[in-house]
Nanobody
Framework: QVHLVESGGGLVQAGDSLRLSCTAS????????VGWFRQAPGKEREFVTA????????LQTNSVKGRFTVSRDNAENTVYLQMNSLKPEDTAVYYC????????????????WGQGTQVTVSA
């Protein structure tokens, strides 16, 4: 069992930065992939980025390339999402999720989820 807790959300202005954290407990992540998803009001949950715990390989959606960076700290069992040049359209609840195996963008294939953290970007 993997327990995930996100933190770091908040209210910022367009152009600002935020760093979200996702800390895992219950077991080491080993061969897991950890993904970040977001859900805006009235919209479906969408994939943002993911990282392989073992290799550090990443997967990212085009809309955040060049602005968002995912990284991991093995010692802290934590995955980070550094978000720069934030835009109002980035406003959403951000979730981290984990799955054993390959990096995937389909949220239905992730087994463990955090509770989410709100990110609000004002114009």
């Amino acid at each position: 069992q993997v327990h995930l807790v996100e933190s770091g959300g908040g209210l910022v202005q367009a152009g600002d930065s935020l760093r979200l954290s996702c800390t895992a407990s219950g077991r080491t992540l080993g061969d897991f992939g950890v993904g970040w998803f977001r859900q805006a009001p009235g919209k479906e949950r969408e994939f943002v980025t993911a990282i392989s715990w073992n290799t550090g390989a990443t997967l990212q959606t085009n809309s955040v390339k060049g602005r968002f960076t995912v990284s991991r700290d093995n010692a802290e069992n934590t995955v980070y999402l550094q978000m720069n040049s934030l835009k109002p359209e980035d406003t959403a609840v951000y979730y981290c999720a984990a799955r054993s195996g390959a990096l995937l963008s389909d949220s239905r294939l992730y087994h463990y989820w955090g509770q989410g953290t709100q990110v609000t970007v004002s114009a």
